[in-house]
């Protein structure tokens, strides 16, 4: 079977998108101090440029919520998305560690996919970022991990925010 015209499950520029995104949400998480989340946030793409929705709300689950339910409209309207937020990421033993992520849809795409990336705090609060980025494709009734991406994407995405010179300096040496 020939797959040289069947447009990648995850394109480059969704990937970067989601690039620019991420460093977005690592940037007011370095903001924050310890106990503060990020206000879940989509940013939205369309004819008249690149803009930013807070879904502020009482809750993290009701404001993440809220984002979620705006990804049907992005669908519909036919826009760029991508929904920043920050959770826990849990492991089998049920520990956890912080983890800030990016869901994206863009046209063309059959399914939304989401970069997950890991961070601690410092002493004086300011983040660092834990291990590499990794990918899920969500499905119908749960996520699949990507193995390959494009990670160079990714990077000129982060490299693309005015702030992505940071990206580096919150990897440990």
């Excluded at 995104?21 to 503060?36: F, K, Q, S, T, W």
């Excluded at 369309?46 to 502020?56: A, Q, S």
């Excluded at 036919?78 to 983890?99: K, L, N, T, Y």
């Excluded at 969500?138 to 990670?151: C, K, L, M, P, Q």
Aim: aromatic share 10%.
């Amino acid at each position: 079977m020939d797959n040289a015209n069947t447009p990648p499950a995850f394109p480059p520029e969704a990937i970067e998108y989601a690039g620019f995104v991420l460093l977005h949400c690592a940037v007011i998480a370095d903001a924050n101090r310890d106990g503060e989340l990020i206000c879940p946030f989509a940013v939205i793409t369309d004819d008249n440029g690149r803009h930013v929705v807070d879904f502020e709300s009482d809750t993290q689950e009701e404001g993440v919520s809220k984002g979620w339910a705006s990804l049907a409209e992005a669908k519909s309207q036919q826009v760029w998305w991508a929904f920043g937020r920050e959770g826990i990421d849990r492991s089998a033993d049920g520990s956890g560690i912080d983890v800030i992520m990016v869901t994206v849809w863009t046209p063309h795409m059959t399914r939304h996919h989401t970069v997950l990336q890991r961070f601690g705090r410092t002493d004086d609060e300011a983040i660092y970022l834990i291990g590499e980025p990794d990918v899920v494709e969500h499905g119908e009734e749960f996520a699949e991990s990507v193995g390959h991406w494009d990670r160079a994407a990714l990077d000129r995405g982060i490299a693309s925010h005015p702030k992505g010179a940071r990206w580096s300096r919150w990897r440990p040496q």
